[in-house]
């Protein structure tokens, strides 16, 4: 059981909550969450929004039963965490893009965070953009200004409209398969399809690759998201 610092509501229907933790993530990679006994069933998986090795903090939207558990919970309050688990995005360097999409854009904050610690040890001359759609309200960009060098966000249209492929070494997605598939093809068209690495948020129930109701077929046959990912690169998932 882990203690929640805090539970706060951003918007209509997205809460930041920071619990007590002492595990590390790295970024990309998600926690299973679960604040009841019975019902629902399943625990559920969120992505690291931040880590510092005291604490985790997760963004999520309400969207079910479990999110909407999750929400009603207080300072204080018990949780229970199974994490962190998963692949991580690879650390990489050069000028970075990461293009997320409403709740996608979870995992970007810890990401920018770390691509830029490493990077600024090794090559000062790295830059990591931030791409941000949204659907309505725009969320959290002043905390992902500070973090990262250059901050698109889109409302009501489409970020993968925003973005020149040509422009960067990597290039990182998380959100609607739909987006990600878009900003895939569009990195194609112009000879960047290998600089693409995807985070996909299939439905899980055990988050540790013991069930298989995660699975996704990829070039190299079928995958457990849970274990072999969430992230993959963007031609394995694409290029059937
Ligand atoms: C690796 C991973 C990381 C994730 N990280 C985040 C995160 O950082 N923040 C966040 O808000 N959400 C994240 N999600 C999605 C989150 O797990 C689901 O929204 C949550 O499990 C829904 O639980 P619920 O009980 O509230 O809704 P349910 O009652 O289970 O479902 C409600 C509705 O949401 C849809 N839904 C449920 N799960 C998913 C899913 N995985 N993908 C698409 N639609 C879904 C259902 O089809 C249904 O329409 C992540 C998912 C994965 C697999
Ligand atoms: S959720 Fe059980 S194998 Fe992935």
Known sequence: MSKIISNERLSRDFFRMRVECSNEARMGQFYMLRAWRQYPVLSRPISVFDSDGGTVSFLYKVVGRGTEIFSGLKAEDDITLLGPLGSAFPEVSGKIALVAGGAGIAP????????????????PGCQVDLYLGFSDRPLLTDDYRKTADNVTVNVGGFITDEIDPAGYDHIFAC????????????????????????SLENRMACGVGACLVCSCRTSGGNKKVCKDGPVFKGEAVFEL
């Open 108 to 123: 970007f904050y810890l990401a920018t965070k770390q691509l830029k610690a490493k990077q600024l040890e090794a090559y």
């Open 175 to 198: 959100g609607p398969e739909a987006m990600m598939r878009a900003l895939y093809e569009k990195c194609k068209e112009s000879g960047a399809a290998g600089k693409v690495y995807v």
